[in-house]
C-alpha cells in the first residue's frame, strides 16, 4: 500500500466519521397518548413531551417531568386538551421551543362541574387563548398580570387547623389515572425512574403537594409553583426527604402568601434539609410565567435523583 492509497483510506474513514457525528438529533415530538379514565371511564389523551435527541432505539434514559395544570386548563381530554399549552413546561419546550432534556407528561383534569360554579376565567375562555406551535420563531409572550397592589411581606398564618386541606374537586379525584399514566410512560418510553419530577401551578400546585406526600417513594423532587402545601400532608415528603422548591408571588392576592409558610416551617421542624422557597415579590398569581422560563428551575430539577 503506497503513503497515497493510506492518505486515501484516511481521508475516506475521516470522511464516515464526520458523516456519522453529523447526523441530525431527533426533533422534538408532542403526542397524545390514549387511556381510559378510572374517574368516569371515559376515553381521554394526555399531551407527551419527547425532548430533542429522544430515541427510542437508544438506551439512553431520560428524566420525566409531571406537570399539572392550574384550575383555567381543565377539559374533557380529548377536543380541550389543548388547554393544557397554554403555561407551564410544555407551553416553555414546545410552544416557546425551550431545549428542555425532560419527557413532560401532561395530563387533563377533569372539569367536574368546575364549568358550572361561575367562575369567570373558566366561562369565558376560549380556544383563541391557545397558542400555536410556530415553524419558524416562536408566538410572543403573554404580558405578565397586572399588579396594582404595593409589595409588602406577610406575616405567616398561624393556625392552619380550620383551613381545608384540599382545594374542591382537585387533582386527588384522578390519583388513579395519574399512577396509571406515569406507570404506563415509564413502561413504553425511555425514562428513568429515579428522576421523576413533580410540579403544578395554582390548583396544580396544591395538587403536587398532595400527590407527593400520598406517594412519596415515585418522586425524585417536587416544585409546587403558586399552591401551598398543608402541614398535614407534609411528613411522609419530609421522611422520605423529596427535596422541594416552592415558588410565591409576593402580590399574589389569588393564594395568599401567609398560607405557604406553615408547610415549610413543619418540613424544617421534622429535620428536612432541602427545602427551598422562593418568593418573586413583584410578581402576582403568574408567578408561575417567570419560574418556568427560568433555566435555574430545570437545572435544579436535573441535580436531583432519587
Not at 71 to 77: I, L, Q
Not at 246 to 256: K, L, N, S
Request: proline share 8%.
Amino acid at each position: 500500500m503506497n503513503f497515497f492509497t493510506k492518505i486515501s483510506l484516511l481521508l475516506l474513514t475521516l470522511g464516515g466519521c464526520a458523516a456519522a457525528q453529523a447526523e441530525p438529533l431527533a426533533e422534538p415530538q408532542l403526542e397524545r397518548v390514549n387511556y381510559t379514565s378510572g374517574a368516569d371511564q371515559k376515553e381521554r389523551d394526555f399531551f407527551l413531551y419527547l425532548p430533542r435527541g429522544y430515541d427510542a432505539a437508544s438506551e439512553q434514559k431520560w428524566p420525566v417531568i409531571l406537570f399539572l395544570h392550574g384550575n383555567g386548563e381543565r377539559g374533557n381530554g380529548k377536543d380541550e386538551l389543548d388547554y393544557v399549552l397554554i403555561h407551564g413546561p410544555l407551553y416553555e419546550a414546545w410552544i416557546q421551543k425551550k431545549d428542555l432534556p425532560f419527557i413532560i407528561i401532561s395530563p387533563q383534569l377533569h372539569m367536574f362541574d368546575m364549568d358550572k360554579r361561575g367562575i369567570s376565567y373558566i366561562d369565558n375562555r376560549s380556544r383563541s387563548q391557545i397558542p400555536e406551535r410556530q415553524e419558524n420563531g416562536t408566538p410572543p409572550r403573554e404580558p405578565h398580570f397586572a399588579t396594582p397592589h404595593p409589595m409588602s411581606g406577610d406575616a405567616a398564618h398561624g393556625d392552619m387547623s380550620g383551613i381545608p386541606a384540599l382545594l374542591p374537586e382537585g387533582w386527588d379525584k384522578i390519583e388513579g389515572d395519574l399512577l396509571n399514566i406515569i406507570t404506563q410512560v415509564q413502561q413504553q418510553y425511555k425514562t428513568d425512574e429515579n428522576r421523576l419530577y413533580l410540579t403544578g401551578l395554582s390548583y396544580g400546585g396544591f395538587g403536587s403537594w398532595w400527590l407527593a406526600s400520598q406517594h412519596p417513594q415515585l418522586f425524585a423532587a417536587v416544585a409546587p409553583v403558586v399552591g401551598w402545601g398543608h402541614p398535614s400532608f407534609v411528613e411522609p415528603i419530609a421522611k422520605n426527604q423529596i427535596p422541594v422548591w416552592q415558588f410565591a408571588g409576593g402580590r399574589d392576592r389569588t393564594i395568599p402568601i401567609k398560607y405557604f409558610y406553615p408547610a415549610l416551617n413543619r418540613l424544617e421542624q421534622l429535620g428536612h434539609p432541602n427545602v427551598r422557597f422562593t418568593t418573586h415579590e413583584d410578581m402576582g398569581h403568574d408567578a408561575w410565567r417567570r419560574v418556568y422560563r427560568s433555566d435555574d428551575f430545570y437545572q435544579w430539577l436535573l441535580d436531583q435523583s432519587r
